[in-house]
């Protein structure tokens, strides 16, 4: 069953504008991380943020978590046009240890980053 | 940095059929890989974890004997689609985790389109 959900659905914005994608939880986590697709690709890593962190950055990506909400955020600054992908959020759930850990992807949010 | 890739890209093939997806860890050695499935504009659902040198997992309502997985590997995992029909028709995807990794970073592959006629 897919733990995140990922809001909005789809956002649409003007090239060099921020982007900001919620991903919601259910169940506590080890961590959460951020994954990138484009269409009719694989999926790009793009961040890991442990169940101990709050925030955490790299490059224009900065993602938050909120344990107690079981949130995080997204946020894409300075978007580009070679930004247009699905975002996925998936969390790693603490039920699941080790060997038997596993992801669990949100729905996914279609960003469109108009030049 | 971790590459993992898929063989073939994509696939077209008569019902009733059976089609072989492999995926490979490049540069490093997966002791875990894991397979998912993933319809137009929707998520990935996982569908196994397959462990080097022992027995898929399968999730719920996965059939095991529909997706047979195989691990022989560190680096390779193969996912058999037996006589595949056109509802199995999607793109699936592998990851692989390191070893080494502790944060269950996995590294995906392209992906497999398969179509059944």
């Known amino acids: 069953s897919q733990q995140g959900e990922e809001d909005p659905q789809a956002l649409s914005i003007q090239e060099g504008e921020n982007a900001t994608m919620n991903c919601s939880y259910k169940?506590?986590?080890?961590?959460l991380q951020w994954y990138r697709q484009n269409s009719g690709r694989g999926l790009v890593h793009l961040i890991l943020i442990r169940s101990n962190e709050r925030e955490k950055h790299s490059g224009r990506l900065r993602v938050t978590l909120d344990t107690s909400k079981k949130s995080s955020s997204l946020l894409i600054t300075a978007s580009r046009a070679a930004d247009t992908a699905s975002y996925f959020c998936?969390?790693?759930?603490?039920?699941?240890?080790?060997?038997?850990?596993?992801?669990?992807f949100g729905k996914g949010i279609t960003l469109s980053v108009r030049p | 940095g971790a590459v993992v890739s898929q063989h073939p890209s994509r696939v077209i093939c008569k019902s009733g059929t059976s089609v072989k997806i492999e995926c490979r860890s490049l540069d490093f050695q997966a002791t875990t890989m894991f397979w998912y499935r993933q319809f137009p504009k929707q998520s990935l659902m996982l569908m196994a974890t397959?462990?080097?040198?022992?027995?898929?997992?399968?999730e719920q309502g996965v059939e095991k004997d529909k997706f047979l997985i195989n691990h022989a590997s560190l680096t390779l995992s193969t996912l058999t689609v037996t006589s595949a029909h056109p509802e199995d028709s999607s793109f699936y995807i592998c990851?692989?985790?390191?070893?080494?990794?502790?944060?269950?970073?996995?590294?995906f592959g392209p992906g497999t389109r398969l179509t059944v006629l």
């Open positions: 397959s462990n080097e040198g022992s027995k898929a997992t399968y």
């Open positions: 998936a969390t790693d759930a603490n039920r699941y240890t080790g060997a038997n850990s596993k992801l669990t």
């Open positions: 169940t506590s986590i080890n961590n």
């Open positions: 990851s692989a985790r390191d070893w080494a990794e502790i944060y269950n970073e996995q590294f």
